[in-house]
Structures are given as structure tokens and as C-alpha cells.
């Protein structure tokens, strides 16, 4: 299999700032919360020429998609280079979808393990010099057009490394910056339980309709003939479940998520994320979490410890200043 390297400019970076220790579970294993690593956002390519006269075919942004999910994002250590030379794994891609004539990607930089470039990475974007990328692409064949443009077919992404001197130079700015979250709405465990409850009865809802569809599929057996208007009135009842059940689960995805949005959201754009393929209802998930701020819950606060006195205590608790002197006692304990 041959290899080319392509070059696609501007790392966008945004560092998590959520401080929260509480467990991630199981249902959250498609949208990460480590707040150890440093999140980039970056146009990874077009379907256009590069400056070394080739190009990656719409037709192969599949392959690239599946093939390039945890590759590696690699950079020298101490500084960006202008070739692939020395370059090590600095993070991975962990998102990547097809939108227009682009392919958009997601990446976590390892903040802990390469902590100074990281933080270089970082700096060189808050102040507006752009990291820049270069691909290194495996394919099979290429087939050259008239203008000697080289078209890439079957390919595999085998890594992306930053460099200073990218092909790409221009043609994958950054499209969203942000160095901490901005986001002002605010996750409690009151609207959490709300959201929780929801989940709840449309779950009682589905079942109620597993019954009504389980009936109807009965007396439909026992039909000799073959009623039409019935047959399409099951139809609906059926799809009309799956669709309940899938937005059943991708309200469950932002409630694991963390991300609290109110039912008139998903009313509003209930067409929009049903049609969404999972690998891209993961990659905006992953992106709500990544670029806004979700406040300390009040589970993850300190608790405040009421003080206990003993059972034999003789104190009136109907009046106030013996209460208070007795809470005084037993802070100076």
C-alpha cells in the first residue's frame, strides 16, 4: 500500500474545565469527560487539490472516517517541525464526520503525558499563531487527471503530525476557538431528576405500546383477509414506536452526558437529531461537552456536616440561644 502526506492547517483547542470526581458510568463511554486532556476541533480536509498536486475524492471520506478514530496526532517534542521527522503521539482522534465537501475531526491532546507541548499548542492559539497538520494517508492506487492532479482511492489514515510547513496552508481554518467554557446554562440535580422522570414515563409509554402493537399483530394473524387501512395503521403504530424508542435514547445519551436541555428542545428539533447517523450524534454530543461549562452540580459540592448532640443532652431545642451555645461547645471540641 503506498503512502501520501497531506497538510491541513489550525488546531482548534479548548482544555476542560470541569472539576467534577464523580464515576463515569458504562452509558458514557461514547462521550468522554477526562478533565486531563486538552480537546482540539479542526477541519481535517477538503476534496480539493493540495499544493502537491493531489486530492482525497468525496467518495473516500467514508474511508477515511472509519479508518482514522483514534489514529494518532503526533508532534516533535519541544517544538513543531516542518516535516514528519521525530514526531511522537501527542493524542488521538476521537470524532470524525463528513459535512459538504469537508471532513471535520475532533482530537484529545494528552495534557498530562506531553504537558509543555500541549501547553505550547495552546498558547500558540491564544494568540493567534495557528498549529497547523499534515496527514499521512495509506491507499491503494491513484489515478492522475488531465491537469496532473493525483486522485487517492481506497485510503487509510494512518496518523496526522504538526508541522510548519502544510499543504493544506489556507484551506482549513479554524471554525470555533475557545480556551474555557462559555456556556451559561447550568446543570442542577433538580433538572437532572426532571429529565430522569421523563425518561421514566415515556419508557411506561413504550411499553404500553409494546402491548397495544403485540395485540394488534394478533388479531391481525386471525384476519383471513388482508385489511389495507390496517396494515397501515400498524405500519405507523410501529414506526411511531422506533421513533419514540430512538429519541427515548438520545435524550438517555444527553442525560449520561450531563447536558440538561428542556422537552421543548427536543420537540423543536426532534426531525434533525432522529436523522442523525450515531457516529455524528456522538461527534455533536462530544462537542456540547467539550466547548460549554457545566457548573458543579450540588451532588459534587461539599457537604456540610450538621453537628450531633448526644442523646443525653438536657438542652431545649425550642430555644435558640442554648442551640447555639451548645453548637459552639461542640465546634471548640
Known amino acids: 500500500m503506498n503512502k501520501a502526506i497531506f497538510h491541513s492547517k489550525d488546531l482548534n483547542l479548548l482544555s476542560l474545565t470541569n472539576d467534577s470526581t464523580d464515576d463515569l458510568s458504562d452509558a458514557e463511554a461514547s462521550v468522554s469527560l477526562n478533565p486531563s486532556f486538552l480537546w482540539t476541533k479542526f477541519v481535517l480536509t477538503d476534496d480539493k487539490p493540495n499544493e502537491n498536486k493531489q486530492?482525497?475524492?468525496?467518495?473516500?471520506?467514508a474511508n477515511l472516517i472509519?479508518?482514522?478514530?483514534?489514529?494518532?496526532?503526533?508532534?516533535s517534542f519541544g517544538e513543531i517541525n516542518e516535516d514528519h521527522d521525530d514526531a511522537f503521539p501527542i493524542g488521538v482522534i476521537t470524532h470524525l464526520k463528513e459535512q459538504d465537501d469537508k471532513v471535520l475531526g475532533m482530537a484529545a491532546l494528552w495534557s498530562r503525558e506531553r504537558q509543555e507541548d500541549v501547553l505550547k499548542i495552546r498558547e500558540m492559539v491564544k494568540n493567534g499563531d495557528l498549529p497547523q497538520l499534515s496527514w499521512e494517508i495509506l491507499f491503494e492506487k491513484s489515478e492522475q487527471d488531465e491537469t496532473g492532479v493525483e486522485a487517492l482511492s481506497n485510503t487509510v489514515l494512518r496518523a496526522v503530525t504538526l508541522v510548519s510547513m502544510p499543504a493544506y496552508a489556507g484551506r482549513t481554518p479554524i471554525y470555533a476557538a475557545a480556551s474555557k467554557n462559555t456556556n451559561s446554562e447550568e446543570?442542577?440535580?433538580?433538572?437532572?431528576?426532571?429529565?430522569q422522570a421523563r425518561v421514566s414515563e415515556l419508557e411506561q409509554s413504550l411499553a404500553t405500546k409494546d402491548e397495544e402493537v403485540s395485540s394488534l399483530n394478533a388479531k391481525i394473524a386471525e384476519m383471513e383477509t388482508e385489511?389495507?387501512?390496517?396494515?397501515?395503521?400498524?405500519?405507523?403504530?410501529?414506526?411511531?414506536?422506533?421513533?419514540?424508542?430512538k429519541l427515548a435514547s438520545i435524550k438517555q445519551k444527553f442525560a449520561d452526558a450531563g447536558l440538561?436541555?428542556?422537552?421543548?428542545?427536543?420537540?423543536?428539533?426532534?426531525?434533525?437529531?432522529?436523522?442523525l447517523a450515531e457516529s455524528t450524534l456522538d461527534f455533536m454530543i462530544q462537542e456540547l461537552v467539550a466547548f460549554s461549562n457545566k457548573t458543579e452540580t450540588?451532588?459534587?459540592?461539599?457537604?456540610?456536616?450538621?453537628?450531633?448532640?448526644?442523646?443525653?443532652?438536657?438542652?431545649?431545642?425550642?430555644d435558640p440561644k442554648k442551640l447555639a451555645e451548645m453548637l459552639r461547645k461542640s465546634q471548640l471540641k
Open 55 to 61: 486530492r482525497v475524492p468525496k467518495e473516500e471520506f
Open 66 to 75: 472509519k479508518s482514522g478514530v483514534f489514529a494518532p496526532v503526533k508532534m
Open 187 to 195: 446543570n442542577s440535580v433538580e433538572e437532572l431528576e426532571k429529565l
Open 227 to 245: 385489511n389495507v387501512s390496517l396494515k397501515e395503521f400498524k405500519s405507523a403504530i410501529e414506526t411511531e414506536k422506533l421513533l419514540a424508542e
Open 260 to 275: 440538561s436541555r428542556e422537552d421543548k428542545y427536543f420537540d423543536e428539533n426532534k426531525e434533525s437529531l432522529l436523522s
Open 298 to 318: 450540588s451532588a459534587s459540592k461539599e457537604k456540610k456536616e450538621v453537628p450531633v448532640f448526644g442523646a443525653d443532652s438536657d438542652a431545649d431545642y425550642e
